[in-house]
């Protein structure tokens, strides 16, 4: 069965894409007889796409070349894949020492995507799978990332957000949650205990990036049954490390 595009998206993106292939700069009517669209139809194209940002006018001849928009979001895909490839070799070295689960996760508008994820030996039948989106006020991965953005930001991820419980576990009021927040900011780890599913235990530590934003975080996921205190000290260092070597990788300096 054939999807139903919608034509005015599909035009935009024509438009978009007349710049990979044509010159750095065009006019509408350029733009017009190459797609072989009627001026006052580009008009509207090329205004929309201008207050969005994704084209700039020059107001000298008054063509259009490609905006900082496209810049921001090719670098945040490259950014992704880029993270994931620097951190696969650390994350496989994790799972042999840990025999548990690593998770790899960026932030993206108020919430954690799952961009790697390597099963330990004693694989865990868990929420998680690359591509899929998760909370981040009750997630290990999600508070160490929280805990590293500014003041207003925090502020308002947390107001915006119905903070829904998980289980009974999950932390529901903002001040605790900020409080929590503070602590991970001082020891540089957090621990999601059993907040998102019963039973399951998680040490997270943030990835920083080479402007100090913490842009990722890693975490080790497995049974609390299993995870006896000798073991969580050791997930801990072991993560704060693997955290490390990879924020390093991405250019950040302490």
Known sequence: MTERLIQSIERAADVLELFLSTDQYLSVKEISDRLGLSKSTVHGIIKTLEVRGYLKQNPADQKYKLGMKLFELGNQVSQQINIAEIARPVIKELV???????HLV????????YVEKLDGPRALRIYSHIGKRAPIHCTGVGKAILAHLDDAKVEELLSNNDLKPFTEHTMTEKQKVKQQLENIRERGYAVDDEE???????VAAP???HQGKAVAAISCAAPKIRLDQEKLNQAINEIKEAAFRISASLGYKT
């Open 196 to 202: 998102i599913e019963l039973g399951l235990q998680c």
């Open 106 to 113: 960026v932030y993206e508008n108020g919430e954690v995507i």
């Open 96 to 102: 042999q020492s840990m025999q548990e689960t690593v």
């Open 207 to 209: 990835i920083f990036d």
